[in-house]
């Protein structure tokens, strides 16, 4: 989701998103898009081996002679295709286009300027003599909009910006990652609230009959922990060995969505109220 980067942030990044938006401010939804993923492009880059960091520094090392970088990858000299390469070939532009709203900031066809355009992991597997399976001949262009594609000069633009950041991550906040989010207090006030708005539209009248529960996963992907039926890590909310239930199976994300129906019985705890003065 986006709420752990857009709360949590970096800073001190050596490739800032006003660099863009100063010169383009029409692009502020585009680049807020953007942002909310890249705290995923950074650990893309460093899961691939692209990106490589210090094991160690020393507590009186700058953070500038202390942080990642590309070996590999000549970040000054990038231009439209060699960055769209370097980012497709990691598998960023997939990550992008696939969430949640990159269809409506990202297209992926053949661009009126290069129609000879075969991106490099259809060539790859091609080269291999095999056959990419769901994906047309193409690229992956960013837009403003569904009708508003950027021109050749602003994708390279924004392009060459993203796999200059892609290399150059800057002080990543607790909150912006998953693993450390809970140690900050941000953490519990901000799920709690975002439990409280997912009990009301399960409940009041207004919102639960048209209110779309329906699981995104329920088998097809294959990150573990996504699907509807899948076992996470939590157990044993409910005292289930007094219910003749096995407290140490974990529950599915299935069992957990009955579990905290604010309707059930079960369910030790309820909301005061669900009003929002803040927001009116």
Not at 14 to 25: M, N, R, V
Not at 266 to 272: C, P, T
Request: aromatic content about 12%.
């Amino acid at each position: 989701g986006t709420l752990h980067p857009s709360m949590g942030g970096a800073v001190d990044c050596p490739y800032s998103f006003t660099d863009l938006l100063t010169p383009h401010p029409e692009w502020s939804e585009l680049l807020e898009f953007v942002s909310m993923l890249t705290e995923v492009v950074w650990d893309v880059a460093h899961a691939t081996g692209d990106m490589v960091c210090p094991s160690v520094c020393s507590d009186e090392t700058p953070f500038e002679e202390c942080s990642c970088s590309c070996p590999s990858v000549d970040v000054e000299a990038l231009n439209r295709s060699t960055a769209y390469t370097f980012l497709d070939e990691m598998g960023v532009l997939d990550r992008y286009y696939g969430c949640q709203r990159g269809p409506r900031f990202m297209n992926y066809t053949e661009p009126d300027w290069d129609p000879d355009f075969v991106s490099p992991v259809s060539r790859a597997v091609s080269d291999q003599g095999g056959k990419e399976q769901d994906r047309i001949k193409g690229m992956y262009l960013f837009q403003l909009n569904e009708t508003h594609v950027l021109s050749e000069e602003d994708q390279e633009e924004l392009l060459v910006w993203l796999a200059r950041a892609a290399c150059h991550p800057g002080r990543v906040s607790p909150f912006m990652t998953p693993l450390a989010a809970t140690n900050d207090p941000l953490f519990w006030v901000a799920h709690a609230s975002f439990e409280r708005i997912w009990a009301a539209k399960r409940l009041l009248p207004d919102f639960k009959d048209s209110f779309d529960q329906t699981w995104d996963y329920n088998g097809e992907s294959d990150c573990y922990g996504r699907n509807y039926d899948d076992e996470v890590p939590f157990r044993d909310f409910m005292d289930e060995e007094s219910r003749g239930m096995d407290p140490t199976k974990r529950y599915t994300q299935r069992e957990l969505v009955a579990l905290f129906d604010p309707a059930s019985e079960r369910l030790q705890y309820m909301f005061d109220d669900f009003e929002w003065t803040h927001c009116s």
